[in-house]
């Protein structure tokens, strides 16, 4: 898979290099930046937009709710005071988490 570090590994440097960010974070983000690191902040992706509409991605398992949920009980038991971020691009269509027991911020 390529999401396996080994991969990259020859390349390291240079990816951290060309990753590395060259202008200051705006007022807003350095706010954001500090409010992210005042907690155990756990990012969540939901994309389901083109995963379900596209009739060529019928063979792709779309995650469900409880996925969701198991994933974000297991990272619960085991850090302390997370709080998980939940980014998509379906905002209105993931109204599955509002009614949880953990800290979630949209």
């Known amino acids: 898979y390529y999401q396996s570090e080994s991969y990259f590994e020859l390349y390291r440097d240079q990816i951290k290099k060309e990753l590395h960010v060259r202008k200051e ?5 350095k706010e954001k930046i500090e409010e992210l690191q005042q907690c155990n902040a756990v990012c969540v992706h939901i994309r389901r937009g083109d995963y379900v509409s596209n009739e060529k991605n019928r063979a792709l398992v779309v995650c469900d709710e409880t996925y969701y949920k198991r994933g974000m ?8 005071n997370s709080v998980f971020y939940i980014f998509s691009k379906a905002l209105s269509t993931i109204s599955i988490f509002i009614h949880t027991k953990f800290d979630i911020i949209f």
């Open 73 to 80: 009980e297991y990272i619960a038991e085991r850090v302390e």
């Open 25 to 29: 974070p705006s007022d807003k983000n």
